[in-house]
């Protein structure tokens, strides 16, 4: 069973005032498989965990370790993660001019595998994927990202995510800007994807509507840069009718 795992982690960044830390000890560790919502208001570090395991060189690990399969991440590039498995939804997805939907993700496939995917079944897959997030098939020739909505550019994080397969994703945010439908589409291309690959999620979100349709295993309560508190789906609805405010200790620290 793959398991990624996190340990004491303590993470910071450069400010004109010095360093700052933003993780202050951060202890997770997910199964392959499972879902994990990682809830908390503004300026609690959940973004900041979301690129540390991706390998954002902003962020500056002090102390802890993230291991994949007991493999240290922390050791590997970006793309080295990538091939190793990890996969980040970024929270506001960039435009790529130049580089069409199609071509960016027979690239990163192959980049993956080490070797190209039959064309066929590349073509038919993508298709396939396309059609169930319901995007229209032009967009695969149109330039990553550029001129689509918020709603497009979470659809196309769904389609990496499916084509792409890894074995565990990080998902920053995936609900914001989405309306009641593009929410459901998203969902259950998330869904589709663990039960057939059995992928481990980390769901990153300041609400409880996208865990309506992605039912969690575990919740965690993300305040001042660590896990305060964590327990069952039924903790989000606590989180939704009570708010952060008994956590919440100091100001925010990113």
Sequence with gaps: MATLEIRDL???????????????????????????????????????????????????????????????????????????????????????????????????????????????????????????????RGFAERNVNEGFSGGEKKRHEIVQLELLKPKFAVLDETDSGLDVDALKIVSEGVNRVKESTGLGVLLITHYTRILRYIKPDFVHVFVEGRIAEQGGAELADRLENEGYDRFVTSTPVA
């Design 10 to 136: 303590h993470v910071s960044i450069d400010t004109d005032q010095g360093a700052k830390e933003i993780l202050r000890g951060v202890d997770l560790t997910i199964n392959e498989g499972e879902i994990h919502a990682i809830m908390g208001p503004n300026g609690s570090g959940k973004s900041t965990l979301a690129y540390t395991i991706a390998g954002h060189p902003r962020y500056t690990v002090d102390s802890g370790s993230i291991t994949l399969d007991g493999e240290d991440v922390l050791a590997m590039s970006v793309d080295e993660r990538a091939k190793a498995g990890l996969f980040l939804a970024m929270q506001y997805p960039v435009e790529i001019p130049g580089v069409t939907v199609s071509n960016f993700l027979r690239t990163a496939k192959t980049a993956l595998d080490g070797e190209a995917p039959p064309l066929r079944a590349w073509v038919k897959d993508l298709k396939s994927s396309m059609e169930a997030l319901r995007m229209d």
